[in-house]
């Protein structure tokens, strides 16, 4: 009875040990041959003043073996990211500035050639909100302040260096603050530098937003972020799915992982998401208790009067719009003016999203702290089993004559 037992959990072990060897192996391995894409980076294309007026578009062209995923990133009205996959290698951005500017219809900016997209979807930061929470409830329904419309904002012109690029703008009240967005595009897969270290591939961008020093309407008040993804109606981004994750070394403390995905019948194969840990910091250097949690409101469908950005205006005829609000900070946590700093990072991407596994530096110490007995168990038991069936054959058998 009591060997059974014991076998049962060297099985159940040596399994783990054996899985955990397996990882280690597995990451070490596919960190040699990761997918890569080539990417081009061009501001205003095709325009013929370096600064055309209304605010600046980069265009990053990422192509892979067969495919090009278009990033566009635009500052004409609040600030917008476009998502475009084509199936070649070859398709092209192609800009009329006189219609881009006018912002009056469509056709200021297509890929070409038309057939060739895949699907296409725009992210749009459209409200930064704020709300004062006396009871420090942190009920972002009550006592709201009038919305800051970010396309209002004065932006600044982008800051780029290589596939990344910086764009800060405020609204007049901010005082000395600002509000920030970061969009960096990547060649291949890897981890963010700072918290919460997202992984990326070569299929996503990153956008990092963060309020800066603003001067807050009350001393309780809290912010909240409006999002918009539109696209052309094929792959509405109507759901946003909370995953488990594990809390490991890159994102101390939090088990999960939100996406913002097409609802796609019966697949778990998604052509696109966004998606983001529900997490957000109150500092630039973050520390373990500057990590304030943030959640969101279920998407629904917008109805499109609201000024659209310029981007989205000269790309989509016939723009459909879902909306969601993103709010950081828990009742009992400390209000934006303790830091008066908040950051929050997502990712954008292509295909499947990324999905955190453990890192190598966990499997190898669950190798070391499981394996070390587990290989002293295994070589007992061997010896044990090897002595009995000697035993066993010395006198089981006779021969048969
Ligand atoms: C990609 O292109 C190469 C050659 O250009 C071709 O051999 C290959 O079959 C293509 N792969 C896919 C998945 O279409
Ligand atoms: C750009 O659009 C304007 C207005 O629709 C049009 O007159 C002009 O010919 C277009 N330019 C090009 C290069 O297509
Ligand atoms: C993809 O590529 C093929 C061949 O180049 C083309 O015929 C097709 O229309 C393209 N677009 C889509 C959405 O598959
Ligand atoms: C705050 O609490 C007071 C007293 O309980 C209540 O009268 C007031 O309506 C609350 N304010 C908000 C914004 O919930
Ligand atoms: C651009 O960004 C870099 C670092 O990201 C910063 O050092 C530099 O001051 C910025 N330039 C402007 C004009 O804001
Ligand atoms: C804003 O910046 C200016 C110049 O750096 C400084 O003199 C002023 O005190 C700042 N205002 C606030 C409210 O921090
Ligand atoms: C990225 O997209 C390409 C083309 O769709 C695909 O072949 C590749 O597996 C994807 N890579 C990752 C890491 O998802
Ligand atoms: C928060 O704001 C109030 C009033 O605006 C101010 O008196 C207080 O010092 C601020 N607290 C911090 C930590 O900055
Ligand atoms: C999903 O399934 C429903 C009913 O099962 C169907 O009406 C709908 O068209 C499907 N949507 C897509 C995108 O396939
Ligand atoms: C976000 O919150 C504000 C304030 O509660 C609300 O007016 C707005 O409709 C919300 N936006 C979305 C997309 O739910």
């Given at each position: 009875m009591a060997a059974a037992v014991k076998t049962r959990s060297f099985g159940a072990s040596a399994l783990i040990f054996l899985f955990s060897v397996f990882s280690l192996c597995q990451s070490l391995l596919s960190g040699g041959e990761t997918f890569h894409r080539k990417l081009s980076v061009e501001l205003n294309?095709?325009?013929?003043?370096s600064l055309p007026p209304g605010g600046d578009l980069l265009h990053v062209r990422a192509v892979g073996d067969n495919d090009t995923l278009h990033f566009l990133f635009c500052s004409q009205g609040a600030p917008t990211l476009l998502l475009v996959h084509t199936n070649t290698s070859s398709s092209a951005v192609k800009v009329n500035w006189t219609q881009f500017t006018d912002?009056?219809?469509?056709?200021g900016l297509q890929v070409e050639p038309e057939t060739s997209i895949l699907y296409s979807t725009a992210l749009v930061f459209s409200r930064l909100l704020e709300y004062n929470d006396v009871n420090d409830t942190?009920?972002?329904?009550?006592?709201?302040?009038?919305?800051?419309?970010?396309?209002?904002f004065s932006w600044s012109r982008f800051n780029l260096s290589g596939p990344t690029a910086l764009l800060c703008g405020s609204a007049a009240n901010f005082v000395n603050g600002s509000l920030c967005l970061q969009l960096s595009v990547f060649e291949a897969e890897g981890r963010g530098q700072?918290?919460?270290?997202l992984l990326h591939t070569a299929n996503s961008s990153q956008l990092t937003v963060w309020l800066d020093g603003v001067l807050p309407r009350a001393s309780q008040s809290r912010f909240l972020l409006e999002l918009q993804a539109v696209g052309?109606?094929?792959?509405?981004?109507?759901r946003v799915e909370v995953h488990r994750s594990i809390d490991d070394e890159f994102t101390p403390s939090i088990f999960k992982v939100s996406r913002w995905v097409p609802s796609v019948?019966?697949?778990?194969?998604?052509p696109v998401f966004i998606q983001w840990k529900p997490v957000a910091y109150r500092r630039s250097q973050p520390a373990l208790e500057d990590a304030t949690p943030c959640r969101h409101t279920e998407p629904r469908l917008q109805s499109g009067e609201e000024a659209a950005p310029g981007l989205v205006r000269a790309f989509y005829a016939e723009p459909e719009t879902f909306g969601l609000n993103v709010s950081f900070g828990l009742a009992g946590e400390p209000f934006y003016n303790s830091t008066k700093f908040l950051s929050w990072t997502l990712l954008v991407g292509s295909g499947s999203p990324p999905v955190d596994s453990f890192s190598p530096l966990v499997v190898t110490m669950m190798a070391v702290g499981l394996g070390t007995p587990m290989i002293l168990l295994l070589l007992g038991g061997v010896c044990v089993c090897a002595r009995k069936r000697t035993a066993a054959t010395a006198t089981a058998y006779e021969p048969i004559n």
């Open positions: 294309p095709g325009s013929s003043s912002r009056s219809h469509s056709g942190a009920d972002p329904t009550s006592d709201l302040f009038p919305p800051y419309e970010l396309r209002d700072s918290w919460p270290r052309d109606g094929a792959y509405p981004l109507s019948n019966g697949s778990s194969d998604v």
